[in-house]
């Protein structure tokens, strides 16, 4: 069974800094093809995917958060890593941890946490 654990989230004033963790269970970083990461939601708006990354390195980012979020993995943690850096008040919402499955020959987002909230005051 797979399981992904939040944490790290809170409150912080624009312009500061948060680091999310998700470790995983039953779903090994360093094996599988397919990509993990993070998405988030805001009130009132669809999710929303923030930065996926592969078991190799190759990563992907939403242009909103280009050059302040960066995501990294430790394979012997088996755990996935957002570092929010320069955050803004649109930063604010609930962020997920998500993981693909190889399903009909793709990747698809399967697995997912249980949202951690994150709230960037003025």
């Known amino acids: 069974q797979v399981q992904l654990v939040e944490s790290g989230g809170g409150s912080v004033e624009a312009g500061g800094s948060l680091k999310l963790s998700c470790e995983v269970f039953?779903?090994?970083?360093?094996?599988?093809?397919?990509?993990r990461g993070w998405y988030r939601q805001a009130p009132g708006q669809e999710r929303e995917m923030i930065s996926m990354?592969?078991?190799?390195?190759?990563?992907t980012y939403a242009d909103s958060v280009k050059g302040r979020f960066t995501i990294s993995q430790d394979f012997e943690k088996n755990t996935i890593f957002l570092q929010m850096n320069s955050l803004k008040t649109e930063d604010t919402a609930v962020y997920f941890c998500?993981?693909?499955?190889?399903?009909?020959?793709?990747?698809?987002?399967?697995?997912w946490g249980q949202g951690i909230q994150v709230t960037v005051s003025s």
């Open positions: 039953g779903y090994d970083l360093r094996s599988r093809f397919c990509r």
């Open positions: 990354a592969t078991r190799s390195g190759n990563t």
């Open positions: 998500a993981a693909e499955k190889w399903t009909d020959s793709r990747c698809i987002s399967e697995y």
